[in-house]
């Protein structure tokens, strides 16, 4: 029904369909009457939707001029009682009160409701009138009307003078005449849509914006640029056809709409837009033709193709995105979340960044999310929030990257990259400045010359149109195959051009699409496509979360799942790491990043010989061996039986703790010996604030004499700070209710570290009585046992025998402080419960050797055979504590493995045992650790070679690194093969390298790999990565693995094989040679040496003018990579500028390597070329030809006002005739003479031209 409403969350939506009154406040007297009528019913509201033939949409600062009236209206009628006879005069004048109501009632009821401003206008000029009228009257009646004046028209006139409509027209109303609209017009300025189109549209330019251009797009489509001014950004406002159609039409595109949207699109539609939008024109033809002569409406072809194209676009198409695409000097669109509250913005190629008169709905961003999630077959979803595709339109295309929750808080978000419908051209960036002649001739000197280059840049510097700008320059009977994550190069216009061009498309890093082939299994296919130029794009690994990782947080060592370590202040965080690069040995590094990746499903298992465990993404990379070489592997690519690499020592003392304060921990106990401090507080501040900060009635109930109350250590903190006292933490002691004591300051020494191991062998917690209990029957460790209580706890246990398995004796702590405190410190209350605590990792050999004794004593054993050789164990039913143990163990440098023992009957429990039986391993534990009771001999036998920690090597390796091999250890020739154990003990009776000793002295142990499996989970689960710099690899997994933070290397594997290839080439962000550098090999682990691959390396930059408002796109730089150096390319000289961009003259230069012809490069391509061999005048007058000819159609298209010419079809044809005219003078001259081919060249193209 007409002017029905709905609310909801401030929102009056009102329906106007088929009202005789219209559907704007601004333009419709009625319409706004009854918006105050519904303001009036609602009361709280936000904003005002009115929906006829179009929605007029009022935001909250406009709904505030309407809430203001209907609160003057609602105030005047029923609070003030404006139309009271009170009001109107007093009872001497009854005669003119029927006349007096009845204006007020035409006043309120239909002029403040209807036009406020009339009103307002009307009560001015009553005031003006009746005063005068007085002035002439009798006493009486003057009085009469001074009385109406003063109680009824003047308070309403104060009252609608408070509204800020009035006081924004205040000055305008001279000459207003009631019923003249032109006044709301200019204050009411809703958002607009059509209602066959979801976003909404401001229809005025803003006010006293200066308009700066205007132009039209596709014959129908205005858009004005404007100046607004204290705004530093401009405002584009686009007008298409459909914001401008009569009402009959807009009927029509509505029902021809909701007759298309009953049409199922097949998957062929669904799957190829193109056909859908071929279907829906001749059908909308078609059904708009038929409505229109239904109505009696005549349209012209032009009109019915108008109304077609709007039609198809909003139902086929992406509606106002395709308007906004169709405009060639749009380059980037900002859809901001959250969708509904912000405009569109946008990047213009003249007026930069813009605010649009369009305002986009959730409906909208929901919409345009499904079809990309169709089109480009990538989820968008929680799980995954980023998406990467292409739009493909009428009016142009581009490349999108869509986010929403989890990423974006506040729900999608899109960013819209613009590419140019045909393919950039040198002659074009030439004739944009964006480069030099010399430089567009010296790239078609390298692209013929075979090289590998890389274009770089940051974001929106032009990069990836130099990159298809450069596909030109390749001739085209060579096959180029592109690789890229998302489409952004011009295939499909160079495909047309006549080029053979495969496209191929990997997985997005950032989506990781698992039906997509990733980077570097797409470009190994490239390879195996033939011979091919190589176009690598810009194409952009991880473990489970509930994989443990060791860190340390605050000084503090942790094993944590790594999914913990989201939203935490990484910076905060060390990570033990092997440096690979230096001395091989296992160190502490600043966490750089903590990476989450998109749910996965599936996962790889890897179990090693000595027990070892992890679960990675197939992409994830591990370590193993090759040759005397550690290198990393993808996890999917491991087999049963290769080596994988682990650390064997793992750092520690770096958190060595003489004490724990346990008013840090025990913060719920209650303190003893404080009474000193108590008072000393009182009298600082008061009996009354000592009171408050105890939370107390009354301080002095810690200091009675009898019935003593001890302060909880919370309040004895804050009372102390607050009174800034220092106070000593070894006079108190911890204590709850009647219970024991443990020192407030507990020392950590060998004895408390000895109590923590016995209690995680053999002791628990007894939960109701909080009673520490600790079984053994050996007399020397019950007696040590009671030595630490007394020395560490102030405390003599008690003993107790037990008969239940045998005969053994339990050492019973009641103290209830203790057993909290072995809670918080993490040793776990019963056995399946127990882990080794966290504080123990950092602490100093001696002590973690005190612990392991501690712990050994109660559940391992050591057993010397004469067959089976030594060994230690340790048994344990908690998995976690077998784990935590094999961590500590390699603080001693000492590698255990792990097994799990099945229980034989029913009902019994698995036991992991962790054991190691090298024998300097056996050693080093019985001298540093030990065991309290008294324990066999040692089994000693003559030098053996051990089957474990194997090292695999060939003869030329060895020789690299040894200078000569002593007679005695020739063996090692022969056999290939040794363990690592004993090449580290003759290492130093062998002349060797550097490299060769620290590689064998190296933090690492060759485990086997013993079991891969596949893991494909029921319901997918995000993954996650740490990024340390700069080694790139962390420990985690069960037992402690070495894992690698893997990211695509797609480019540099490219580049490795370019020889197999005509040219590589491929974009990558960097600001500088050297920026490049640091990325390719710090953050994307590529090796130094593959760096190499690299010949050219070209720096495109967006330059600010001096104000910062301006920007303009340049090349910056032109750097060559030589190949002499060894590590650092900067530090050897190995980058040399070719070209540099000289801000002054606003040119690209070349310099004087390249001038004198010193380039590596350029020298390396002419010795192979026999013309050029050893004569650089020939070279250099080659590269100066080549860009010669394309300035000279960047001239002739000046000189003939075409810039046509310089587009893709007339470059690459002009491309073709150059090599074709070099071919013919060089076959008729022998020689390539550079002035005799540019004049047949230039023969041929005016011609052509003309």
């Known amino acids: 029904m007409v002017c029905e409403f709905e609310t909801r969350n401030g929102l009056i939506r009102v329906s106007c369909a088929n009202c005789v009154f219209g559907s704007s406040v601004e333009d419709f007297d009625v319409c706004f009457a009854k918006t105050i009528d519904k303001i009036l019913q609602v009361r709280k509201v936000e904003r005002i939707v009115l929906s006829g033939i179009r929605e007029y949409e009022y935001d909250y600062e406009q709904t505030k001029l309407l809430i203001e009236i209907a609160e003057v209206y609602d105030k005047l009628m029923n609070r003030e009682k404006i139309m009271s006879f009170a009001r109107v005069g007093s009872e001497k004048c009854e005669r003119c009160f029927p006349k007096r109501l009845a204006e007020l009632q035409f006043l309120l009821s239909e002029m403040l409701r209807k036009d406020p401003i009339g009103a307002y206008v009307k009560i001015n000029r009553m005031i003006r009138h009746y005063t005068e009228v007085g002035k002439r009257e009798k006493l009486m009646c003057r009085r009469c009307y001074e009385y109406y004046v003063k109680n009824a028209l003047v308070p309403m006139k104060k009252e609608l003078e408070k509204t800020s409509l009035i006081q924004m027209i205040k000055d305008k109303i001279h000459g207003y005449k009631p019923g003249d609209r032109s006044l709301y017009r200019e204050i009411f300025t809703p958002l607009i849509r059509p209602i066959f189109m979801l976003t909404r549209y401001m229809p005025i330019p803003p006010k006293r914006g200066r308009p700066l251009k205007r132009y039209t797009l596709m014959g129908n489509i205005i858009v004005e640029i404007f100046d607004v001014p204290g705004k530093v950004r401009r405002f584009y406002h686009v007008s298409p056809p459909e914001f401008r159609l009569s009402d009959e039409k807009y009927s029509i595109i509505d029902s021809a709409r909701r007759y298309l949207a009953e049409h199922r699109p097949t998957e062929t539609e669904t799957t190829h837009p193109e056909r859908a939008r071929e279907l829906l024109t001749s059908m909308g033809m078609e059904l708009i033709r038929r409505m229109s002569l239904d109505m009696g409406l005549r349209l012209s072809d032009e009109e019915l193709k108008e109304m077609v194209d709007i039609l198809v676009r909003y139902t086929a198409g992406f509606g106002v995105l395709e308007v ?21 913005y946008l990047g213009h190629d003249d007026f930069e960044d813009c605010e649009t008169n369009l305002i986009p709905t959730r409906e909208d961003a929901e919409g345009w999310a499904t079809r990309f999630r169709l089109l480009s077959g990538r989820p968008l979803d929680e799980a995954n929030p980023v998406l990467d595709t292409e739009l493909f339109s009428p009016g142009g295309r581009a490349r999108v990257c869509a986010i929403t929750r989890t990423l974006s808080p506040e729900g999608i978000g899109y960013a819209l990259r613009r590419h140019r419908e045909r393919p950039w051209t040198y002659p074009l960036f030439l004739d944009v400045k964006f480069f030099d002649p010399i430089f567009a001739g010296l790239m078609s000197f390298l692209i013929d010359g075979s090289r590998a280059l890389l274009f770089s840049g940051g974001r929106s510097s032009g990069k990836t149109s130099l990159l298809s700008a450069t596909l030109l320059e390749i001739m085209k009977k060579f096959r180029i195959v592109t690789v890229e994550d998302t489409l952004e190069i011009p295939v499909v216009q160079l495909r047309n051009l006549g080029y053979n061009i495969e496209r191929l498309k990997s997985r997005s890093v950032i989506t990781r699409v698992e039906a997509e082939l990733p980077a570097d299994e797409a470009l190994r296919t490239a390879i195996r496509l033939g011979d091919s130029c190589l176009i690598v794009g810009e194409v952009r690994s991880s473990i489970p979360g509930d994989e443990e990782v060791f860190i340390v947080q605050d000084r503090i060592p942790k094993k944590v799942r790594i999914r913990e370590l989201e939203n935490v202040d990484v910076s905060r965080i060390l990570v033990p790491t092997l440096d690979l690069k230096e ?19 599936l996962f790889i298992r890897i179990t090693t010989k000595t027990g070892r465990e992890v679960t990675v993404t197939p992409d994830h990379s591990v370590f193993t061996l090759g040759s005397l070489r550690i290198k990393e592997v993808e996890a999917d690519k491991l087999k049963e039986g290769e080596p994988i690499i682990i650390p064997s020592k793992l750092p520690c003392g770096y958190n060595d703790l003489d004490y724990l304060d346990l008013t840090t921990i025990l913060k719920d106990f209650r303190l003893e010996n404080a009474e000193e401090y108590i008072r000393l507080a009182i009298k600082k501040v008061g009996w009354k604030r000592a009171s408050e900060i105890c939370g107390v009635k009354d301080v002095y109930r810690y200091l009675l004499s009898t019935q003593k109350t001890r302060i909880p250590v919370n309040a004895f903190l804050k009372l102390v700070k607050e009174a800034r006292i220092n106070f000593n933490v070894d006079k108190l002691r911890i204590k709850r209710g ?17 109590f923590l191991g016995y209690y995680l062998s053999d002791g628990y917690i007894d939960r109701n009585t ?19 209580c007394l020395k560490c706890f102030g405390q003599e246990p008690i003993f107790r025998q037990t008969k239940s398995l045998g005969i053994s004796t339990q050492v019973i702590i009641p103290n209830s402080p203790l057993a909290h405190l072995l809670i918080n410190l993490g040793c776990g209350r019963v056995c399946k419960e127990k882990r080794i605590p966290a504080l123990v990792y950092g602490l100093n050999e001696r002590k973690i050797s005190a612990f392991l004794k501690g712990m050994y004593s109660g559940d391992g054993c050591f ?7 030594n060994a230690v164990r340790y048994f344990t039913t908690s998995k976690q504590l077998a784990n935590d143990l094999m961590y500590l163990l390699l603080s001693l440098g000492i590698v255990g493995s792990i097994f799990i023992h099945e229980p034989s009957g029913r009902g019994g429990k698995k036991l992991y045992i962790v054991e190691f039986k090298q024998r300097d391993y056996v050693k080093k534990f019985l001298k540093k650790v030990g065991f309290v009771r008294k324990v066999r001999e040692i089994f000693e036998k003559g030098r053996q070679h051990s089957q474990v920690n194997m090292l695999k090597f ?30 580290e003990k003759i290492i130093d009776e062998i002349p060797s390298d550097e490299y060769l000793k620290n590689f064998v002295r190296g933090d690492f142990y060759v485990d086997e790999v013993k079991k891969v499996e596949k893991i494909e989970k029921a319901i997918p689960e995000y993954v996650f990565d740490l990024s340390v710099n700069p080694t790139e690899n962390f420990i985690g997994g069960l037992g402690a693995i070495l894992l690698h933070n893997t990211e695509a290397k797609a480019l540099y594997e490219a580049m490795r094989i370019g020889a197999l290839t005509n040219v590589v080439a491929g974009t ?17 682990g590529v090796p130094p040496t593959s760096f190499k691959a690299t010949d050219i390396i070209v720096i495109a930059g967006r330059l600010r003018t001096a104000d910062g408002l ?28 070719l070209m540099e961009y000289h801000a002054k003259e606003d040119m690209l230069k070349p310099t004087e390597t390249l001038i004198n012809g010193e380039s590596f490069i350029v020298n390396e391509i002419a010795k192979r070329v026999k013309e050029w061999h050893g004569d650089w005048d020939a070279v250099w007058s080659n590269i100066e030809l080549r860009g010669r000819v394309k300035q000279a159609m960047v001239d002739y298209a000046r000189k003939l006002g075409n810039k046509e010419i310089l587009e893709a079809e007339w470059v690459a044809l002009s491309n073709d005739m150059f090599h074709v005219f070099s071919n013919e003078v060089r076959n008729e001259l022998g020689y390539l003479d550079s002035k005799e081919i540019f004049k047949r060249w230039d023969e041929w193209f005016k011609k052509t031209v003309k």
């Open 324 to 344: 906004l695409l169709s405009d060639e000097k749009v380059q980037d669109i900002y859809i901001n979340s959250p969708i509904g509250t912000v405009p569109i």
């Open 583 to 601: 001395n091989f040995k296992v160190k502490l590094e600043k966490l750089r990043a903590f990476v989450k990746h998109p749910k996965r499903k």
């Open 738 to 754: 009647t219970s024991n004591t443990l020192p407030a300051r507990l020392r950590v020494d060998e004895n408390f570290c000895r």
């Open 770 to 788: 909080n009673l520490v209990v600790i079984s053994n029957s050996d007399e020397r460790i019950l007696e040590d046992i009671k030595t630490v």
């Open 863 to 869: 057993t010397p055979s004469k067959n089976a050789g």
């Open 954 to 983: 060939r003869e030329d390796e060895l020789k690299e690194h040894i200078v000569k091999l002593p007679r005695r250890y020739r063996h090692l020739k022969r056999f290939g093969r040794c363990s690592k154990f004993y090449l």
């Open 1068 to 1084: 990558i962000h960097g600001e500088s040679a050297y920026g490049v550098f640091d990325r390719v090999v710090n953050d994307l």
């Open 1110 to 1137: 301006h920007t303009f796109r340049r090349v910056l730089e032109v750097t060559e990579v030589r190949k002499h150096w060894q590590k650092d390319p900067m530090d050897e000289g190995g980058f040399v500028n």
